[in-house]
């Protein structure tokens, strides 16, 4: 079976929301706030409306539920943004609704949306397992709108020359990452955060908790080997 580490850098907070990183999204949904006024025969439809779009990104968040960093890769932002404008303009599109349909329709909208940015997050993240050793991709992070990269570590080896190598990359990495670390100030600004790496986030793996363990400063191949061998 194959297992999956990630590692998830980030650097400073600019906003919130996966669509709100898009490069349309200002535009587009401004332009939907602006003339919800006119897409339904009930008043009460209109501040409603108005709130849902209004609190569209920071709900995405809320709604994310994800048990992994909300990091998401251009493309695939772009694939979902596509998704949800082709959906939006297409209800802009008809005239006055009945009472309580455009409401509707944008909550269902937002829920599609939610439902492939967490498909198309988790996706990037399970592919890493089709590699061998350490892999990198460029993402974009949900949270803050700022270019990210995930590092994974994917166990698809086929060879024991090949896993013999991987395990060698994933130590190089750890002893370059405890390097880096202890070169960074004790205050660190935005600007050196933009050009170091954060520590990473393990998920859940005790084998790469033991490699990071105090007592292993320099870990060889033999230690790691006995890291999985242990968990």
């Not at 309580?100 to 829920?111: D, K, M, T, V, W």
């Amino acid at each position: 079976m194959a297992l999956l580490l990630c590692l998830v850098v980030t650097t400073v907070a600019l906003a919130h929301g996966c669509l709100h990183c898009h490069s349309n999204f200002s535009e587009k949904f401004s332009f939907y706030r602006h003339h919800v006024n006119l897409k339904s025969w009930w008043v009460g439809d209109i501040p409603v409306s108005g709130a849902l779009l209004t609190d569209w990104s920071d709900n995405t968040m809320k709604e994310l539920h994800l048990a992994i960093p909300a990091e998401i890769t251009w493309e695939k932002l772009d694939q979902v943004a596509r998704a949800v404008y082709q959906r939006m303009d297409r209800l802009y599109q008809g005239k006055m609704y009945f009472p309580g349909y455009f409401p509707n329709e944008l909550r269902n909208i937002f829920r599609e949306q939610v439902h492939l940015l967490q498909n198309a997050i988790i996706k990037s993240h399970i592919d890493c397992q089709h590699h061998c050793g350490i892999f990198q991709y460029e993402t974009i992070s949900c949270s803050n709108c700022t270019d990210s990269h995930v590092v994974c570590f994917g166990y698809n080896c086929e060879s024991s020359e090949q896993w013999k190598a991987a395990v060698q990359g994933l130590l190089n990495y750890i002893k370059w990452h405890k390097q880096d670390t202890g070169m960074r100030p004790r205050f660190s600004s935005s600007s050196w955060l933009r050009t170091h790496r954060a520590t990473p986030a393990f998920l859940v793996s005790p084998a790469f908790r033991c490699l990071e363990s105090p007592r292993l400063d320099n870990p060889t191949l033999e230690n790691a080997v006995e890291c999985f061998k242990q968990h």
